[in-house]
């Protein structure tokens, strides 16, 4: 059982940055697959935002490339998402989890909220 902790999102103004920390215990999930999601509105689907392919290319969506960077810390079991020049579309209930709950039905943790507004 592979369990998942989101942290590190809050107020931001826009313009400004901020680093998300995705924590994993436990077994049975890829490291490297830990990728970022976010829900942008109450109900609506979790969207891929950041993931590093097989290749280990690390893989953006349209909309936040060049602005976000994913990065892993394997002694720590950590995987982070630093967020730069934040807009107010990136406001957003952030998660982490297998880049395969793209396709597949998962469990979801509370994940960590980002509000991007001055």
């Known amino acids: 059982q592979v369990a998942l902790v989101e942290s590190g999102g809050g107020l931001v103004q826009p313009g400004g940055s901020v680093r998300l920390s995705c924590a994993a215990s436990?077994?049975?999930?890829?490291?490297?697959?830990i990728s970022w999601f976010r829900q942008q509105s109450d109900g609506g689907a979790r969207n891929l935002v950041a993931a590093t392919a097989s290749d280990g290319t690390d893989t953006y969506a349209d909309s936040v490339r060049g602005r976000f960077t994913i990065s892993r810390d394997s002694t720590e079991n950590r995987v982070y998402l630093q967020m730069n020049n934040l807009k107010g579309e990136d406001t957003a209930i952030y998660y982490c989890n297998s880049d395969r709950c793209r396709w597949y039905p998962c469990s979801w943790g509370p994940g960590t909220q980002v509000i991007v507004s001055s």
């Open positions: 436990g077994s049975g999930l890829d490291f490297n697959r």
